[in-house]
């Protein structure tokens, strides 16, 4: 392998190297399965978070916005099947005590009944559902269960009908939700990618029954745009037919992307039927069908487009993507690296550092007044600290897509170098176009 390729190992440690993601509880030798965002991380997050909203809500007009509570009546798990179904087959290692998912195993390993690892004998698989369970209240007891939601869906498909109401939404429409997710995985490995509490960006469009299929292909096609608008190298992309289906899914694509680890899911759209409604129907005794008003007060239960996204493994993913360990040697060397993350401008945690090319002199202080104008509309950075070549490093190695420049000839004529991340070149302007500058940039940035 060509030793300037991303590999997990490079990402975990620039992660923790510049402020993106941290182990929980590192003090106490880490909590597995959780991470903390650092702040960088916390920038990328919501940008990415921003990204998605804004695509779904204001630019689809029929998509509304939702924030439900973590905590639900514990009928709802049993409504939508996550009690009796939610599990994983586990199977143990008696000798080294490791632990693997069956599904996941190597078939031939799981047939043999030896551990892959150290050729002991496993156990067979036993269910083992992913859900946390906890309590309310001071007994621990049956009555007092509730869960930590698996998912976000959930949420929305108990409020559905409290936005139509509230909203007066008209079949198709959506619900976007973005929150916290939690699930006692057996093996969370891979950094962020599979983690214990993680958050998901979930869409859910309700549609008439027998125009589920058109709106499902609908659906797939504004998600793979979604990875294109916001530079994705598309040829690490692809789509995932799902043979063997969810026990409410009619049909289901994953998009996949190829991670270090080799290519795995960072999305699902789900053709969900009327199952969850009808459930919810069945277990709460509530009608969920929805009045078509318009057409006679046709009555019918709604099907489900919905569009899955995991928020913290997109993180994971837009970093991966981005990084790049690129020769910039000029005439002569042979090598010279910089580490650079290719982040698409909206999405990249700071959008403009600002450099006075010395300290003294009052370019410093210009600097600063320079920032200031800027911080209104974008987030910012200052840093007068090394030579100007190292500090245009570390922006790059964060993704900053553009420095500012401050030198002697700003003082005199209000000029500053503009200096692009991806191609490195500089260009002069005046301070007072900046702003319009970089919007415009934004606007029209192609990833080359
Ligand atoms: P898997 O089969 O890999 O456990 P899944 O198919 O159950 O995952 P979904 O229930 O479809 O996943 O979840 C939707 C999205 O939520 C996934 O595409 C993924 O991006 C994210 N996600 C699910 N589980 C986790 C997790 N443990 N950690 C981080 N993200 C997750």
Same mark, same amino acid.
């Given at each position: 392998?060509?030793?300037?390729?991303?590999?997990?190992?490079?990402?975990?440690?620039?992660?923790?190297?510049?402020?993106?993601?941290?182990?929980?509880?590192? %003090?106490?030798?880490? =909590?597995?399965?959780?991470?903390?965002?650092?702040?960088?991380? %916390?920038?990328?997050?919501?940008?990415?978070?921003?990204?998605?909203?804004?695509?779904?809500? =204001?630019?689809?007009?029929?998509? $509304?916005?939702?924030?439900?509570? @973590?905590?639900?009546?514990?009928?709802?798990?049993?409504?939508?099947?996550? $009690?009796?179904?939610?599990?994983?087959?586990?199977?143990?290692?008696?000798?080294?005590?490791?632990?693997?998912?069956?599904?996941?195993?190597?078939?031939?390993?799981?047939?043999?009944?030896?551990?892959?690892?150290?050729?002991?004998?496993?156990?067979?698989?036993?269910?083992?559902?992913? +859900?946390?369970?906890?309590? %309310?209240?001071?007994?621990?007891?049956?009555?007092? $269960?509730?869960?930590?939601?698996?998912?976000?869906?959930?949420?929305?498909?108990?409020?559905?009908?409290? @936005?139509?109401?509230?909203?007066?939404?008209?079949?198709?429409?959506?619900?976007? =939700?973005?929150?916290?997710?939690?699930?006692?995985? %057996?093996?969370?490995?891979?950094?962020?990618?599979?983690?214990?509490?993680?958050?998901?960006?979930?869409? =859910?469009?309700?549609?008439?029954?027998?125009?589920?299929? *058109?709106?499902?292909?609908?659906?797939?096609?504004?998600?793979?745009?979604?990875?294109?608008?916001?530079?994705?190298?598309?040829?690490? +992309?692809?789509?995932?037919?799902?043979? *063997?289906?969810?026990?409410?899914?009619?049909?289901?694509?994953? @998009?996949?992307?190829?991670?270090?680890?080799?290519?795995?899911?960072?999305?699902?759209?789900?053709?969900?039927?009327?199952?969850?409604?009808?459930?919810?129907?069945?277990?709460?005794?509530?009608?969920?069908?929805?009045?078509?008003?318009?057409?006679?007060?046709?009555?019918?239960?709604?099907?489900?487009?919905?569009?899955?996204?995991?928020?913290?493994?997109?993180?994971?993913?837009?970093?991966?993507?981005?990084?790049?360990?690129?020769?910039?040697?000029?005439?002569?060397?042979?090598?010279?690296?910089?580490?650079?993350?290719?982040?698409?401008?909206? @999405?990249?945690?700071?959008?403009?550092?600002?450099?006075?090319?010395?300290?003294?002199?009052?370019?410093?202080?210009?600097?600063?007044?320079?920032?200031?104008?800027?911080?209104?509309?974008?987030?910012?950075?200052?840093?007068?600290?090394?030579?100007?070549?190292?500090?245009?490093?570390?922006?790059?190695?964060?993704?900053?897509?553009?420095?500012?420049?401050?030198?002697?000839?700003?003082?005199?004529?209000?000029? $500053?170098?503009?200096?692009?991340?991806?191609?490195?070149?500089?260009?002069?302007?005046?301070?007072?176009?900046?702003?319009?500058?970089?919007?415009?940039?934004?606007?029209?940035?192609?990833?080359?």
């Amino acid at each position: 392998m060509d030793n300037h390729e991303v590999t997990m190992e490079k990402i975990v440690s620039l992660c923790k190297r510049r402020g993106f993601v941290f182990q929980s509880s590192e %003090i106490y030798g880490g =909590q597995s399965g959780a991470w903390d965002y650092g702040p960088l991380g %916390i920038e990328l997050k919501k940008n990415i978070q921003n990204a998605w909203w804004k695509e779904m809500t =204001q630019m689809h007009d029929n998509i $509304v916005g939702l924030d439900a509570a @973590i905590l639900m009546h514990p009928r709802v798990w049993e409504a939508s099947g996550h $009690v009796a179904n939610f599990s994983d087959p586990l199977v143990d290692c008696k000798q080294c005590k490791m632990r693997y998912r069956a599904d996941n195993m190597d078939q031939e390993a799981l047939a043999s009944k030896k551990c892959p690892a150290c050729g002991g004998e496993l156990t067979e698989p036993r269910a083992f559902n992913l +859900m946390f369970k906890t309590h %309310i209240g001071p007994a621990e007891d049956t009555a007092s $269960v509730v869960y930590l939601r698996p998912e976000t869906a959930q949420g929305i498909y108990v409020n559905y009908k409290n @936005i139509i109401q509230s909203n007066r939404m008209k079949i198709p429409f959506g619900i976007a =939700q973005v929150g916290k997710a939690f699930r006692n995985e %057996i093996v969370t490995k891979n950094f962020i990618f599979r983690t214990c509490e993680f958050e998901q960006m979930e869409m =859910q469009f309700f549609v008439k029954p027998g125009e589920d299929e *058109k709106w499902f292909e609908y659906w797939r096609g504004q998600r793979w745009e979604f990875y294109k608008k916001y530079g994705v190298c598309m040829d690490k +992309m692809r789509w995932y037919h799902h043979e *063997k289906l969810a026990h409410y899914a009619k049909d289901a694509y994953d @998009i996949e992307y190829e991670f270090p680890m080799g290519f795995s899911e960072l999305e699902g759209i789900h053709n969900r039927t009327d199952y969850d409604l009808s459930r919810h129907t069945e277990y709460s005794g509530k009608d969920m069908q929805y009045i078509d008003q318009d057409n006679g007060a046709d009555k019918y239960i709604p099907f489900i487009i919905e569009t899955s996204a995991g928020l913290t493994r997109n993180v994971l993913m837009f970093l991966c993507d981005a990084y790049e360990e690129q020769n910039i040697a000029g005439d002569g060397a042979a090598e010279d690296y910089r580490t650079v993350l290719h982040f698409h401008p909206s @999405i990249a945690p700071v959008t403009v550092a600002v450099l006075p090319l010395m300290k003294k002199d009052g370019l410093a202080e210009l600097a600063r007044e320079i920032q200031n104008e800027l911080k209104e509309d974008f987030v910012t950075d200052y840093d007068q600290s090394g030579a100007i070549g190292k500090r245009y490093r570390r922006q790059d190695e964060v993704g900053t897509p553009f420095c500012i420049t401050v030198d002697y000839d700003s003082k005199e004529d209000g000029s $500053v170098t503009l200096r692009f991340r991806d191609s490195m070149e500089q260009v002069r302007i005046h301070r007072s176009e900046i702003a319009a500058r970089i919007r415009e940039e934004i606007k029209s940035y192609k990833r080359t």
